[in-house]
């Protein structure tokens, strides 16, 4: 079975900073592109961030850039977000998600994605 599990969220102040992780079970996010989303309540899930299967290539969403930093480490089949000057509004559950064909190029559709985590919950307070 293959699982997806997002880790590191947690509550923080306002200008904080925390680093998500996410790993895999059953599957290798080598070769994979991947990508960073988020839910707050109420509104539409959103696209934070992407990285190419190699790691040499990464997209952010305007509302993030500058802020946060996504990255991977193939050897420990891992992805992670580093969240710095967090925002109230950066309040959200974070998804990780791993791109649907194999060395595809990543992109900011969640169609492109599949095997969804069950997200870690980030919560920024002023």
């Known amino acids: 079975e293959v699982q997806v599990v997002e880790s590191g969220g947690g509550t923080v102040q306002v200008g904080g900073s925390l680093r998500l992780s996410c790993t895999a079970s059953?599957?290798?996010?080598?070769?994979?592109?991947m990508a960073w989303f988020r839910q707050a309540p109420g509104k539409e899930r959103e696209w934070v961030s992407c990285i190419s299967w190699s790691g040499g290539t990464t997209f952010y969403a305007e509302s993030v850039k500058g802020r946060f930093t996504i990255s991977r480490d193939n050897a420990k089949d891992t992805l992670y977000l580093n969240m710095n000057t967090l925002k109230p509004e950066d309040t959200a559950m974070y998804y990780c998600?791993?791109?649907?064909?194999?060395?595809?190029?990543?992109?900011?559709?969640?169609?492109?994605?599949?095997?969804w985590g069950q997200g870690t919950q980030v919560t920024v307070s002023s």
């Open positions: 998600a791993a791109a649907r064909r194999r060395w595809a190029l990543p992109g900011m559709s969640a169609e492109g994605y599949t095997y």
């Open positions: 059953g599957f290798t996010l080598n070769g994979y592109a």
